[in-house]
């Protein structure tokens, strides 16, 4: 079956640790996104790419970085420098530029 | 700034019908999107408008004005299982990938 996952769905870290969450899509997307959803708030885009190779900074990049070297994939690394890493984290990716966004079941980051 | 404005919380009764309400002031407008996500879960595209009136998916319904900045969300013959939270979410760039801005989401509970 195709779709977008996300690994791992908890993960636990200790402050001052960078972490890289992964996001796998088989689904032959072109663009790929990273949200950021606190609790009773919204989505908020952290990065995106359209191709391999580039990628852009979203609303809320700063503490953040990411890679996009194969089609399929493209990992967030949460840096010590993001103040309040603890989050739920959403990949997702699309076909085209109005295409609906297909998302993963998500990452739940604790840092304590 | 962006922003969308939608009810936090609406309840309705089994087999009924609802409208969530969504309103967005944005730099820019380029279609108006409906996502569903049950609780910790992953968010799943319900429909989108890009020309003003009334798109019919099913059970559901979505409507756009753009000269009121204006959008709803309608849910017809209520089931608990629609019981979730429901984003809407405009994109605001037309350059890039399919960026959307969300709002931050109607809790909607479904009782019997």
């Known amino acids: 079956d195709g779709g977008i996952t996300q690994s791992p769905k908890y993960l636990f870290r200790k402050e001052g640790q960078n972490v890289t969450l992964s996001c796998e899509q088989n689904l032959n997307h072109d663009a790929m996104y990273w949200y950021r959803q606190d609790p009773g708030q919204g989505l908020r885009l952290i990065y995106y790419?359209?191709?391999?190779?580039?990628?852009q900074k979203g609303d809320i990049a700063e503490g953040y970085s990411v890679s996009r070297e194969k089609k399929e994939s493209f990992p967030l690394t949460v840096t010590s420098a993001q103040k309040n890493p603890t989050a739920f984290y959403l990949c997702a990716s699309s076909m085209g530029n109005n295409s609906p966004l297909h998302f993963g079941n998500g990452t739940r980051l604790t840092v304590t | 700034g962006q922003s969308l404005e939608q009810p936090s919380e609406v309840t309705a009764v089994e087999g009924a019908i609802v409208q969530i309400n969504c309103t967005y002031q944005t730099s820019g407008f380029y279609g108006l999107s409906w996502y569903q996500q049950h609780d910790g879960g992953a968010p799943t595209f319900l429909s989108y408008?890009?020309?003003?009136g009334l798109e019919e998916t099913g059970r559901f319904s979505s409507f756009l004005s753009r000269s009121d900045s204006y959008g709803y969300l309608l849910l017809q013959e209520l089931q608990m299982k629609d019981s979730a939270s429901y984003f809407c979410?405009?994109?605001?760039?037309?350059?890039?990938?399919?960026?959307?801005?969300f709002g931050t989401g109607t809790r909607l509970t479904v009782i019997p």
């Open positions: 790419s359209q191709i391999v190779n580039d990628f």
């Open positions: 979410a405009v994109r605001v760039d037309q350059t890039g990938a399919n960026n959307l801005f």
């Open positions: 408008n890009a020309l003003d």
